[in-house]
């Protein structure tokens, strides 16, 4: 998701103007019955806010590089196939999921590419094209992903372990 937003190299702070909104009350069917009129409330004056935000920052715990100066979309990208590939490395995961995250990222990042070479440095402060992530269809199988490759595997009832489907 990330990868698919624009960011913020440099704090931003706005100053919120005061609110000010009328306000009507409408009694219920039982208030109204007893009598009770909706109440008007021609002003009512918020507080003026002060809005900050920090600039984006990019922390890679995966491959212990902790914060990276100098990040762009393709980092998070990065980090997603990363995570994507130590858990389904080493652990069953739902194949249609993952092919899902494969695919939005594979398609994610032709995007940022586009975008990059056509926006050059003002690409980072743009959003994706389009939302690439499609949640699958159910479909009840499982297995590991190795090299970016979905692997289905099942477990073999009379070793009682995980096997690859051939």
Same mark, same amino acid.
């Given at each position: 998701?990330?990868?698919?937003? &624009?960011?913020?190299?440099?704090?931003?702070?706005?100053?919120?103007?005061?609110?000010?909104?009328?306000?009507?009350?409408?009694?219920?069917?039982?208030?109204?019955?007893?009598?009770?009129?909706?109440?008007?409330?021609?002003?009512?004056?918020?507080?003026?806010?002060?809005?900050?935000?920090?600039?984006?920052?990019?922390?890679?715990?995966?491959?212990?590089?902790?914060?990276?100066?100098?990040?762009?979309?393709?980092?998070?990208?990065?980090?997603?196939?990363?995570?994507?590939?130590?858990?389904?490395?080493?652990?069953?995961?739902?194949?249609?999921?993952?092919?899902?995250?494969?695919?939005?990222?594979?398609?994610?990042?032709?995007?940022?590419?586009?975008?990059?070479?056509?926006?050059?440095?003002?690409?980072?402060?743009?959003?994706?094209?389009?939302?690439?992530?499609?949640? &699958?269809?159910?479909?009840?199988?499982?297995?590991?992903?190795?090299?970016?490759? &979905?692997?289905?595997?099942?477990?073999?009832?009379?070793?009682?372990?995980?096997?690859?489907?051939?």
């Amino acid at each position: 998701m990330m990868a698919s937003l &624009p960011w913020r190299r440099a704090a931003e702070v706005k100053e919120k103007e005061e609110d000010v909104w009328v306000m009507y009350m409408d009694p219920s069917q039982e208030a109204a019955a007893a009598g009770h009129q909706r109440l008007f409330m021609p002003k009512i004056r918020g507080t003026a806010q002060r809005l900050s935000h920090s600039e984006n920052q990019f922390f890679d715990q995966i491959n212990n590089r902790g914060l990276v100066n100098n990040f762009s979309q393709f980092d998070y990208l990065q980090a997603a196939l990363d995570m994507l590939k130590l858990v389904a490395s080493t652990t069953l995961v739902h194949l249609p999921w993952a092919e899902a995250i494969l695919d939005a990222y594979r398609s994610l990042r032709g995007d940022r590419q586009s975008l990059y070479e056509h926006y050059t440095l003002g690409a980072r402060r743009l959003w994706a094209s389009q939302w690439f992530f499609k949640v &699958p269809q159910y479909r009840n199988y499982v297995g590991r992903v190795e090299n970016g490759v &979905p692997r289905e595997m099942r477990r073999n009832a009379s070793t009682d372990k995980w096997e690859y489907v051939p």
